[in-house]
């Protein structure tokens, strides 16, 4: 079974300029979340989706972020203009429905994001 | 915010001993995940704890549960070279089950 996928997997940009990260999940996997992950911390969410609907955005800083689930399969993480602090590896995971003691996440292997 | 918090930050053991490392939470739980990620990659699932449960055992991982202390504890016996790695607990709401709030990891070190 192939994992989620990731693209790229690192992007150096100037600040000011645009990004877009993009993620394909696992088969089947209804649910999809778009993390960032700072030096030395744990993932921080920034949106959920289920299926094509954004349930969980409130993490998203939405002046410069977007995302997209168009078809309920894969997402598209925009960050317009990158600023310096948006340096840090986005990550995508997902997961099917929960079920029991269901509920664990599959996570691709992330971009590296360096603004300078 | 990050609901769990890791202890210790670091811990660097030898080949063949036993890792302990300790998570805290603040809130009601539905459950508590174990969570591996090495250098550069993503994370990978270890193991899932329900918030009844009060110990489980997957291979060489151990996790207990204390509700009433909001705390777990994850261990890896016999370590080797190869458990370097980063640790994350994570934990999922009540009531909001596919959401999980990660904490900010411990790093473990493996000497051969």
């Known amino acids: 079974e192939a994992g989620v996928v990731q693209s790229p997997r690192y992007k150096i940009i100037e600040k000011k300029q645009p990004v877009a990260f993009w993620c394909n999940p696992i088969?089947?996997?209804?649910?999809l979340y778009w993390y960032r992950q700072n030096l030395g911390q744990g993932p921080e969410l920034l949106i959920r989706?289920?299926?094509?609907?954004?349930?969980?955005d409130s993490q998203l800083p939405k002046d410069r972020f977007s995302a997209e689930r168009l078809k309920g399969v894969d997402s598209t993480l925009k960050i317009q203009p990158a600023e310096l602090g948006d340096s840090a590896v986005y990550l995508c995971?997902?997961?099917?429905?929960?079920?029991?003691?269901?509920?664990?996440?599959?996570f691709g292997p992330g971009t590296r994001l360096t603004v300078l | 915010s990050q609901q769990g918090e890791e202890d210790p930050q670091a811990l660097s053991i030898q080949e063949g001993e036993n890792a302990t490392m300790n998570c805290s939470y603040k809130?009601?739980?539905?459950?508590l995940q174990w969570y591996r990620q090495n250098s550069g990659r993503g994370l990978v699932h270890l193991i899932l704890?329900?918030?009844?449960?009060r110990e489980k055992h997957s291979g060489r991982l151990r996790v207990t549960l204390d509700t009433s202390k909001k705390s777990s504890s994850l261990l890896i016996t016999a370590s080797r070279a190869a458990d370097t790695a980063s640790y994350f607990c994570?934990?999922?709401?009540?009531?909001?089950?596919?959401?999980?709030?990660f904490g900010s990891g411990t790093q473990l070190t493996v000497l051969p």
């Open positions: 088969s089947g996997h209804n649910t």
């Open positions: 995971a997902s997961s099917s429905r929960p079920s029991g003691d269901r509920g664990e996440q599959f």
């Open positions: 994570a934990t999922a709401f009540s009531g909001s089950a596919r959401q999980l709030t």
């Open positions: 809130t009601s739980i539905n459950n």
């Open positions: 989706y289920e299926n094509e609907e954004a349930v969980d």
């Open positions: 704890i329900r918030s009844n449960e």
